[in-house]
């Protein structure tokens, strides 16, 4: 029987999550104010357990303050303030934020402030001398150090979480990067990696086949690295392959091999109710809530341990209601 794990729904203790600290209200932008944001402080939070900071106010930048822009090179640029481009102030800046970055191994996701030079994932705009932006935006700098610092670390921007596939496909990594972390731990061996593998087959098939075949070989016991370097390989394919929200048809393939399980076990008729659900949600008529509920009613039944222990059925907590959106 394959190692049992909790599911998200199962969970006793919040995940760890960094977050820009006027997102949860704190009184910390350039105006004295926050932007506050009721999903992250009042939906989330009873899932996440925040770390929460700003880079602007640890650098002593101080509030209210002059707000600050990128300028120079897109792919270098530094920070200055607005009223004074004369005064760089990335070396502060990036010293507090440096600091900072040094112990965030602990976290399984991030959540940051848009439009921000400090903290906006993307098109942050980067002015010239002149005045007038480039064509090519950014990254805020405390962003890029932190991507490039964790570059497996799901990381997303509160305005982005407005989209549905978007919401999902962050919550999605942030529990499989929590989940692979605790399933691994220090003295992680082969067994555990086969067995977090087991659980996760689906939810990678539903993102791409040829990496579902390709993590296949990695753990037939073919690859002569050892574990620690097989860890390391495996989850960073993981976790890239996740990094993209799943495509409706290969949720479609995945449902239908799922459907596959109950094939010894349930009437015909039954089997050909389910695919014409599913061929529903292959059209856009219903959510991937509607087929992945009515499947799984009928594999907790009928199907196997190894098949009801699959995360594809609730990668995240059921009450947040995720798939009825996607």
């Known amino acids: 029987m394959p190692h049992s794990q909790p599911s998200p729904d199962q969970l006793t203790h919040k995940i760890p999550v960094g977050i820009s600290a006027c997102l949860l209200g704190e009184n910390v932008r350039y105006n004295g104010g926050h932007s506050h944001s009721d999903y992250c402080d009042k939906v989330l939070s009873h899932y996440f357990d925040y770390q929460k900071f700003c880079p602007e106010v640890a650098a002593g930048f101080g509030t209210p303050r002059p707000t600050l822009r990128l300028e120079g090179d897109p792919d270098s640029p530094r920070m200055v303030f607005s009223k ?3 005064e760089d102030v990335s070396n502060e800046f990036m010293a507090a934020s440096n600091k900072y970055l040094e112990n965030l191994s602990h976290l399984d996701g991030y959540i940051l402030m848009k439009k921000s030079p400090s903290c906006g994932m993307e098109r942050i705009k980067v002015y010239q001398e002149n005045g007038h932006p480039h064509m090519q935006r950014s990254a805020g700098l405390f962003t890029k150090a932190l991507q490039q610092r964790y570059p497996l670390l799901p990381v997303e921007e509160d305005g982005r979480l407005n989209d549905p596939a978007l919401r999902e496909n962050f919550l999605l990594r942030v529990f499989t990067h929590h989940d692979f972390r605790h399933s691994m731990g220090e003295q992680a061996k082969m067994k555990d990696l086969i067995a977090f593998h087991s659980r996760y087959k689906y939810m990678v098939m539903a993102h791409s086949q040829p990496i579902y ?3 296949g070989r990695m753990l037939s016991g073919n690859d002569p690295r050892p574990i620690e370097q097989l860890k390391t390989a495996y989850f960073e394919i993981l ?3 996740l990094s993209k929200p799943a495509a409706r048809k ?4 995945v449902l239908m091999h799922l459907v596959g399980y109950l094939k010894h076990a349930v009437d015909v008729s ?3 109710d389910i695919l014409d659900v599913v061929e529903q949600y292959r059209r856009g008529e ?3 809530a509607t ?3 009515l499947l799984h009613h009928y594999l907790k039944h009928y199907g196997s341990d190894y098949i009801n222990q699959q995360s594809y059925f609730i990668p995240y907590p059921s009450p947040l ?3 009825n959106t996607v």
């Open 84 to 86: 004074n481009s004369e």
């Open 213 to 215: 075949r390709k993590l």
């Open 239 to 241: 976790m890239t392959t």
């Open 250 to 253: 290969n949720h479609c393939n």
């Open 270 to 272: 039954v089997r050909k």
């Open 286 to 288: 219903v959510n991937l």
């Open 291 to 293: 087929p992945v509920t």
């Open 321 to 323: 209601g995720i798939r």
